[in-house]
């Protein structure tokens, strides 16, 4: 997910605004929020969770 970001950065930071990712484990999600959140701070952008 992290070279997603990164990608999808390359297009222009202003186009990436929030990653929005779906995860009903509350132990995953706060591992993707730790891995994730540094490199989505890096570009501006947020990370949006929802809920199934």
């Not at 990608?7 to 929005?20: D, I, M, Q, Y």
């Not at 132990?27 to 199934?52: D, F, S, V």
């Amino acid at each position: 997910m992290q070279d997603v970001i990164r990608v999808l950065a390359g297009f222009g930071k202003e186009k990436l605004s929030s990653v929005h990712l779906v995860e009903t484990s509350p132990t995953l999600r706060a591992l993707q929020e730790a891995r994730l959140e540094p490199e989505a701070r890096k570009y501006g952008c947020t990370l949006e969770w929802h809920h199934l």
